[in-house]
């Protein structure tokens, strides 16, 4: 079942700041593995950083007056981006993972209304953009239909849904714990790919 994606990004928007923090949260964790695996097997990157400043986002949804820099956790994040020069596939999924976190801190820091709205189409771009490097060359009719049909993309349209319902609701501590371990997919990527 495909939500209508006017009424979801609406939805997203219409959600107060926790909760569309917690959202953003939950889809960064989710790309989390991306970056790993991009450490993994380029040599680049920095993921314990990343964890580290994503556990102190859920410190903080979770303690709201916990006191964290922000600023400095951003210019942390900032030095685990890819190297420019690299445009493989692996290095642009692992950037996602870093502009979705910047994104959320952006919005710790008091500003970005459109970040939500980023991080759910910037998960969503990199199916999109896994499944045409899979599925090699189709003219883009057909790549269209492929990409709305492809059980990756179900299944990220279907995760985002979950996760829309989950912070919709009251948000306590329990529920953000909920949250978190939907959003970590027992270790699997948006692209369906795991350390493992």
């Given at each position: 079942m495909v939500a209508k994606p006017q009424g979801f990004y609406q939805r997203l928007q219409l959600l107060p700041l926790p909760a569309q923090q917690a959202f953003m949260a939950a889809l960064c964790e989710r790309l989390l593995p991306n970056y790993a695996l991009y450490e993994q097997t380029s040599g680049h990157?920095?993921?314990?950083?990343?964890?580290?400043?994503?556990?102190?986002v859920w410190e903080r949804l979770s303690v709201p007056n916990a006191s964290i820099d922000f600023t400095r956790q951003a210019?942390?994040?900032?030095?685990?981006e890819p190297p420019e020069g690299d445009e493989s596939f692996g290095a642009r999924r692992a950037l996602?993972?870093?502009?979705?976190?910047?994104?959320?801190?952006?919005?710790l820091q008091g500003e970005s209304p459109e970040a939500v709205l980023d991080v759910s189409r910037t998960s969503r771009a990199g199916v999109r953009a896994f499944i045409e490097l899979t599925e090699g060359e189709v003219d883009a009719q057909a790549l269209a239909l492929i990409i709305r049909d492809h059980p990756l993309m179900?299944?990220?349209?279907?995760?985002?849904?979950?996760?829309?319902?989950?912070?919709?609701?009251?948000?306590?501590?329990?529920?953000?714990?909920?949250?978190?371990?939907?959003?970590?997919?027992?270790g699997i990527s948006n692209l369906g790919l795991t350390l493992d």
């Open positions: 990157g920095d993921g314990h950083t990343l964890r580290t400043v994503l556990n102190l210019e942390k994040l900032a030095e685990c996602d993972a870093v502009v979705s976190i910047s994104a959320l801190l952006d919005t179900e299944d990220e349209n279907d995760f985002q849904d979950a996760v829309l319902e989950a912070v919709s609701g009251p948000i306590n501590k329990t529920t953000l714990k909920e949250i978190r371990t939907l959003g970590r997919n027992n």
